[in-house]
């Protein structure tokens, strides 16, 4: 059953040296809304029970909103829970809010990065701080009542001390979630090509531990809880669509590179955007990548999300733990999860335990690794 949608909106105003994210410096036009609508009819034999839809980019924010306008009215909204547009802060006025509010859309996630000058520029962003600022108050006026940024944080030569400024900053806003990544210099991105060379220095690992745990704490003194590695929720306000990737659950992906997860198989669009078009046109499925999911290789990928999360995986699962792994787990309720610590060695841990996969329960009883 799909319980999600993701669009994937792959058009950018320029490139930002850390994204490695499929984006094109281009407008978004009426065409690409056009191919996602006629993607997704070559899915209506599927079952759905839609619970989220999410428009992740690129930039969603450079789609006037007349153009979502007409967008929705081809959507089936009914029992749909959670709305979400990435945008980013120098894109959309205060009308356009109010638009985007009575089309159905209830949650939005800004790409504020940083709220100090010297970091944004780094970052290679457009909007200052003060807009970042602006635009908050602008949407929660307007009636959002989730509102969810994204911060980057480990950047050279950036300190506690202003990662504190932030963090003093965030505590006034009327924000309910909040997404927290760590410059990863990846590749093909401009900070990932400078980093190979030696010519990016980032925080040592204690200054990473450090920040993280920070982070954490201070975060969840505001009331925020860290329910996954990298994102912070008030009550109730968890990204539901999200929790879906984490927890195993259905979800199409429709556009330039969108991954989707559909009865065991996860598959990835064409990352050329002219492959993909082409491939739509002609009433194809544009995928162009899929992997089918059985035995090993689906418990692998199933504890590769569900530790990131608080929820973990079932209390049943210890006595498949090595020792050696067990100082990271905690139990909570029915749950075993990683502790902070253990999210801090999240890979390393994960790589130990799919190495003891042969002596999983999954032959006898799938319910005990899958059921949440
Ligand atoms: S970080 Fe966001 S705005 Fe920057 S290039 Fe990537 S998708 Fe575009």
Not at 5 to 31: A, G, N, Q, R
Not at 42 to 60: A, H
Not at 108 to 136: A, C, D, M, T, Y
Not at 176 to 192: I, K, R, W
Request: with cysteine; aromatic share 14%; glycine share 6%.
């Amino acid at each position: 059953m799909v319980e999600g949608l993701y669009f994937h909106i792959p058009f950018c105003s320029s490139k930002c040296p850390y994204c490695d994210f499929v984006s094109f410096v281009s407008d978004p036009s009426e065409e690409y809304l056009e191919l996602l609508k006629l993607e997704l009819n070559l899915y209506q034999e599927l079952d759905f029970n839609l619970k989220t839809i999410y428009f992740g980019g690129g930039t969603p924010s450079l789609v006037p909103t007349k153009l979502w306008k007409k967008f929705f009215r081809s959507l089936d909204l009914k029992g749909v829970q959670e709305i979400t547009i990435e945008c980013n802060p120098e894109d959309y006025e205060e009308k356009d809010f109010q638009e985007l509010l009575s089309l159905g859309v209830n949650r939005l996630s800004f790409g504020v990065q940083s709220f100090l000058e010297k970091n944004l520029k780094f970052l290679g962003r457009k909007h200052s701080p003060k807009r970042s600022l602006q635009v908050i108050e602008q949407t929660h006026r307007s009636g959002f009542k989730n509102i969810s940024i994204d911060i980057i944080y480990g950047l050279p030569n950036q300190s506690l001390k202003d990662l504190k400024e932030e963090i003093n900053i965030i505590k006034d806003l009327p924000i309910t979630h909040l997404s927290a990544y760590l410059l990863t210099p990846y590749e093909d991105t401009l900070f990932g090509e400078l980093w190979k060379k030696g010519n990016l220095e980032l925080p040592s690992d204690e200054k990473v531990e450090e920040m993280f745990l920070y982070l954490s704490e201070e975060l969840n003194s505001m009331g925020f809880d860290h329910y996954e590695i990298s994102n912070f929720a008030k009550e109730g306000y968890e990204c539901k669509h999200n929790l879906l990737y984490w927890t195993h659950r259905e979800f199409l992906g429709l556009g330039v590179s969108a991954w989707s997860f559909v009865n065991k198989r996860r598959f990835g669009n064409y990352r050329n955007i002219q492959a993909y078009k082409k491939a739509v046109l002609k009433g194809i499925r544009p995928v162009e990548r899929e992997e089918v999911l059985e035995g090993e290789d689906l418990i692998k990928d199933y504890l590769f999300v569900a530790l990131r999360t608080k929820y973990g995986i079932s209390k049943q699962m210890l006595k498949f733990i090595p020792e050696s792994l067990r100082e990271f787990f905690v139990e909570e309720g029915k749950r075993l999860r990683l502790s902070k610590k253990g999210w801090l060695l999240m890979n390393e841990i994960w790589w130990g335990l799919t190495k003891q996969l042969s002596t999983f329960p999954h032959q006898t009883n799938g319910d005990i690794i899958f059921k949440l």
